[in-house]
């Protein structure tokens, strides 16, 4: 048999195994899911009373195998439900230079057990801003940015877009 025959061969061979490696890298990288649990203070500078206008926000994330679920939750100071907005849809995109996903959200439910009135600013922003979104294109778009982590210390600092909210994360499980 030829030199170069036998050569072609070997390099079929190694292409076909670096092709496999590669593809299941990519399966077991983005099979992984990003679970993130997150919390913020929310305070409308606007109102007059000592503790009106004060709120905690909680924000679970999971992104697994291109879906994402995302569920704000708010509660008043004493610790009762203020409310929640729970949103699904998938990962359009991520920008690993900037730890971004991008998240065309499909389903929206909103907390119908609470007045609208009653409920936080910022909950009736994003309420309002992803109802405009839905009845212009029928979907909400939004981000999730790592502004910065630690993932030795299991935490990261979040932005979420277009809600402008920046929450310090639990890292429950990551591929950041």
């Not at 399966?27 to 409308?44: G, M, P, R, T, Y």
């Amino acid at each position: 048999m030829a030199k170069w025959l036998k050569w072609t061969i070997n390099l079929t061979i190694l292409s076909a195994l670096i092709v496999a490696c590669g593809v299941i890298y990519l399966q077991s990288v983005s099979n992984k899911a990003v679970i993130l649990n997150c919390s913020s203070e929310l305070f409308d500078r606007h109102t007059q009373q000592v503790n009106e206008g004060k709120f905690y926000l909680l924000v679970d994330v999971l992104i697994s195998a291109g879906n994402a679920q995302i569920n704000y939750r708010y509660f008043n100071l004493d610790g009762s439900s203020a409310g929640a907005i729970l949103m699904q849809g998938e990962v359009k995109s991520m920008e690993l230079n900037r730890m971004t996903y991008n998240v065309s959200v499909k389903t929206k439910t909103e907390s119908e057990d609470i007045d609208k009135k009653s409920w936080p600013e910022h909950m009736k922003y994003l309420s309002y801003i992803s109802s405009l979104h839905f009845s212009e294109s029928g979907r909400h778009n939004l981000s999730i940015e790592v502004l910065d982590s630690d993932t030795n210390q299991d935490y990261a600092v979040v932005l979420f877009q277009p809600s402008n909210t920046v929450c310090g994360c639990r890292i429950v499980n990551s591929r950041i």
